[in-house]
């Protein structure tokens, strides 16, 4: 395997999207696509490190036994590496080699390439699970529309590859005395999902599962904590509400003799993997102990529909609200019933397609309206590209059926951009704690309003007396469209650091503004006068809607670096986040100050007084 040596990045990699090669065996390639910017507006590529796709060439020669054996190319990106890449694998496989693909992700992004794939390779055989066959028999000639004329050019698409169908498990020797195994682990989110393990090399090719968005040309990671981050950040986007599924992939992966892990997105883990897997097992037992779920039933045909229910999902999971995911093409019926009169919220969501809801949704629909419990919200979603009949039939039998939705229906014309994606994240999390509130209701009422145990306890009255100054903490990320903004009241706030400056502030994980205060971010903190600090606490401590600008009206200045300044503050600070530590219900942001000001040295610091450790 590849160790300390990083290939060399083309001169455009910097500004534009490439693909480069790093050998890891005689006969063995992987090409990897490099994207230092953001390549989409999906939750999970918030962090805006960029991204990394990788894809894996075995070259075509002989078995031990004599056989002649093709190139075999394992988990080929999507269409927005498409030219690079292309170049890059032409250069190593001749045009009239018979060339076998193996997809372990399909999805429109990837089936635009696999057609590419086909015109230029006419001997292509694609290899796929099950549900993966399906899915590239359906999508093969499906184009994303993009407008009242556009029309689809079927005729212009090459003919769909053979499929050799993998049903089960299985292994098949290459050339080089490789020998490649295959494995499904479907998934709610990935349900064509298939996974890739070579023997000799201990190589497991685990397409998402294990994946960061971050775009790095070196082979493997250089230690656990260089990735930690960017690997719970694409956790909490697209495994959390699954983890039930995760969990038993995670169960097969155990089995096999790995010796490095290399994901669809990101560096290889060859030192750190077993840590890895046991992390994906603790954050999943988070959500399994949750006491309240929230079934997410949905289908997708271009993926839009998919973005927004990850949104959702991330933000229900934010409270701490289990989240049930369902792919309802996918799913049968007693496991669909099962969510439906188990949860404590139903969100539905629906692409519109030639006019009408996919028929899944439709049956997905009639379980709901059968089997769902009126006292319980509902939540419609979902994307359209010029008519939205099925989020119209969706809010319609269920405001008809009796059923009290949580939040109105959400329907977004194409792709989601930035800002609609935080505003569906807020609007989960808002129901996330409307769930939970409502809970604690029905416990007072069944305790006969007692007094809160944690409330007396000497401890927790002690805990109440460490005080902290009032701040807000108010951050912008980004410009144009994609430009997102928070803010928040901050009363545990320390100093941590002398040299260099640096402060501690906690962000309950339900926060809104915690998705802008990952590592990299700047934000402002500013100090609350004493006296003053009446009217920036009216307006950063009111409720906001989903979407809602915290700063709307507000006569503001700037920091250095843009950030939101508070004219009214006694002092404020600019700080960047170095680090993020995981406590309870809480992050712990250790950030240091890079620019600050004392505006009123007069003034003196507003204190928060607490009775009790129990509540801010």
Not at 155 to 184: M, N
Not at 190 to 208: I, V
Not at 281 to 308: C, D, H, M, P
């Amino acid at each position: 395997m590849p160790a300390s040596s990083s290939p060399a990045v083309s001169p455009a990699a910097s500004a534009a999207r490439s693909v480069i090669q790093i050998p890891i065996e005689p006969g063995l390639i992987c090409l990897r696509g490099l994207s230092p910017r953001r390549l989409r507006f999906e939750v999970e590529y918030g962090l805006e490190r960029g991204t990394s796709a990788n894809s894996f060439l075995f070259t075509a020669g002989s078995t031990p036994a004599g056989k002649a054996v093709p190139p075999v190319l394992v988990h080929p990106p999507g269409d927005s590496f498409a030219e690079p890449y292309l170049e890059q694998l032409a250069a190593l496989v001749p045009a009239e080699a018979e060339l076998k693909v193996i997809v372990g992700h399909v999805n429109p992004n990837r089936v635009a390439l696999l057609r590419r794939l086909a015109a230029h390779w006419p001997a292509l055989m694609l290899v796929a699970s099950n549900a993966g066959a399906r899915l590239l028999q359906d999508l093969w000639s499906q184009q994303r529309p993009t407008g009242p004329e556009a029309t689809a050019a079927t005729a212009e698409l090459p003919t769909l590859p053979s499929i050799d169908v993998v049903k089960q498990e299985g292994c098949r020797p290459l050339a080089h005395g490789f020998r490649l195994c295959l494995y499904p682990a479907p998934t709610p989110r990935w349900p064509g999902s298939l996974m890739a393990f070579e023997e000799s090399t201990g190589l497991l090719m685990s397409g998402k599962f294990f994946s960061a968005h971050l775009c790095s040309s070196d082979w493997a990671e250089a230690n656990r904590s260089s990735t930690e981050e960017d690997r719970r950040y694409f956790y909490d986007c697209l495994m959390a509400p699954m983890a039930r599924q995760v969990e038993a992939v995670l169960n097969r992966v155990d089995e096999l003799p790995i010796r490095t892990i290399a994901p669809g997105h990101g560096p290889a883990i060859s030192e750190s993997w077993r840590s890895l897997l046991t992390d994906y097992r603790r954050w999943g037992a988070a959500q399994e102990r949750a006491k309240l779920s929230v079934a997410l039933l949905f289908a997708s045909a271009y993926g839009n529909t998919a973005a927004i229910a990850d949104a959702l999902a991330q933000g229900v999971a934010r409270t701490g609200v289990r989240v049930e995911s369902i792919n309802c093409e996918f799913t049968p019926a007693d496991k669909l019933l099962e969510a439906i009169r188990g949860c404590d919220a139903v969100l539905i969501g629906s692409p519109t397609l030639g006019g009408h809801a996919p028929t899944p949704i439709v049956s997905a629909l009639g379980s709901l309206l059968a089997e769902g419990d009126r006292a319980k919200p509902v939540g419609v979603f979902g994307s359209f590209g010029w008519s939205g009949e099925a989020l119209e039939l969706l809010e319609t039998k269920l405001r008809d059926g009796g059923f009290r939705f949580a939040f109105e229906p959400i329907k977004v014309k194409f792709s989601p951009d930035a800002a609609t994606l935080k505003t569906c994240e807020e609007t989960g999390t808002a129901l996330g704690r409307s769930l939970q509130a409502e809970q604690r209701r029905q416990q007072r009422r069944s305790s006969g309003g007692g007094l809160n145990e944690s409330r007396s306890n000497p401890a927790v009255q002690a805990l109440g007396r460490v005080v902290g100054s009032l701040c807000v903490l108010t951050t912008v990320k980004g410009s144009g469209e994609s430009r997102l903004s928070g803010a928040m009241v901050a009363s545990w706030v320390s100093q941590a650091s002398f040299s260099p400056p640096g402060l501690t502030v906690a962000v309950a994980k339900d926060r809104a503004v915690e998705a802008l205060l990952h590592v990299g971010d700047v934000f402002a903190l500013n100090v609350l006068a004493a006296g003053r600090e009446s009217g920036p606490m009216k307006q950063f401590l009111q409720p906001f809607a989903p979407g809602a600008d915290r700063f709307a009206g507000l006569n503001l200045e700037q920091s250095p670096a843009g950030q939101p300044v508070l004219p009214e503050a006694v002092a404020w600070l600019e700080c960047q986040v170095k680090q993020r530590m995981e406590c309870g219900d809480h992050w712990l942001i250790y950030a240091q100050a890079e620019a600050g000001a004392l505006l009123d040295a007069a003034a003196t610091t507003a204190v928060h007084q607490r009775r009790s450790g129990a509540n801010y």
